[in-house]
């Protein structure tokens, strides 16, 4: 079994979602809360409840042949994540003047998140501007995790928050 050694400290995230300006709190949902890239991308205004600062996760957007494609979660089933209080703080941001269909997370041009684009244009200039270790989006998982547990989280915790069936999927 291969352990996942991929991930940042909180405060490498933070110095590395601070670059990513525009898309800092995307960068933190992604290294706090767990979320895989196609999660995020798929997140709508009537999945943030600002009140309790949570989001359900229903769904995920996949790019094939560079077309966005609706699909459920990797699990195939809905799962709530609590909002760390670094975002709950800023989450009613988000959904201001917005729809309820609207993307929760979008460009600033206002179209949906590609992972290809973002990576290259946002995240990999971010990464060197910090010096953090070249990791890609999807160790963000593997960040907020390991943040997770160093703050007390139990494995049962983690697994609830990434979405996993089975504990052992984390190691």
């Known amino acids: 079994i291969e352990i996942a050694t991929n991930y940042l400290t909180l405060p490498e995230l933070l110095s590395l979602a601070d670059e990513c300006g525009y898309y800092k709190d995307a960068v933190l949902v992604l290294g706090l809360c767990g979320l895989r890239w196609g999660e995020l991308v798929g997140l709508q205004v009537k999945d ?4 309790k600062g949570q989001i359900t996760i229903r ?9 966005l494609v609706e699909s459920t979660t990797k699990s195939h089933r809905w799962r709530i994540v609590d909002l760390p209080d670094i975002l709950k703080d800023v989450c009613h ?4 003047d917005k729809s309820q269909d609207d993307p929760l997370f979008h460009t600033e041009e206002g179209t949906n998140l590609r992972n290809t684009n973002f990576t290259r244009r946002i995240f990999i200039p971010a990464m060197r501007r910090v010096s953090v ?3 890609r989006i999807h160790d963000l998982r593997h960040t ?3 943040i997770a547990i160093s703050s007390g989280a139990t494995p ?16």
């Open 48 to 51: 943030l409840n600002v009140s």
């Open 144 to 146: 907020a995790a390991s």
């Open 156 to 171: 049962n915790m983690v697994k609830e928050m990434l979405g996993h069936s089975d504990v052992q999927l984390m190691f």
């Open 59 to 67: 769904r995920s957007l996949v790019e094939i042949n560079g077309k």
């Open 93 to 96: 941001n988000w959904v201001f």
């Open 133 to 135: 270790e070249k990791i």
